[in-house]
């Protein structure tokens, strides 16, 4: 069984027990979160697509931890203006285990 969900502008595939990398929640950790935006849901071949989600399907997860991403450096360069400039950018996630899936 798995499903499709939306959150922070990204759609994910899960499944129960599956560990997912979000935007940043406002929730403590060990507290639950309801994703409410579900696309589709497959149980053993029985699929349910939504039109654009479906109501009343639900998807629980339990925060794990808050954290940041790895850093990445932005490097811009002409090179007939001696122009360059470096930047860096470390994305805040939330990190979420999926407990269960209601259709």
């Known amino acids: 069984m798995f499903a499709i969900i939306k959150t922070g502008g990204n759609n994910a595939r899960v499944a129960e027990g599956d560990v997912l990398r979000v935007e ?5 950790p060990k507290q639950a979160v309801t994703f ?11 699929l349910k697509i939504g ?11 339990e925060v794990i931890t808050h954290d940041r991403a790895k850093k990445v ?3 811009k360069k002409k090179k007939t203006t ?3 400039r470096t930047q860096g950018h ?3 996630y939330t990190e979420v285990r999926i407990k269960s899936i209601k259709a």
């Open 90 to 92: 470390r994305q805040n």
């Open 82 to 84: 001696t122009y360059q």
């Open 36 to 46: 409410d935006q579900v696309l589709l849901i497959d149980t053993d071949g029985d």
């Open 24 to 28: 940043t929640l406002d929730k403590a």
């Open 51 to 61: 039109k654009p989600t479906l109501s009343g399907a639900t998807v629980e997860a």
């Open 73 to 75: 450096i932005i490097f």
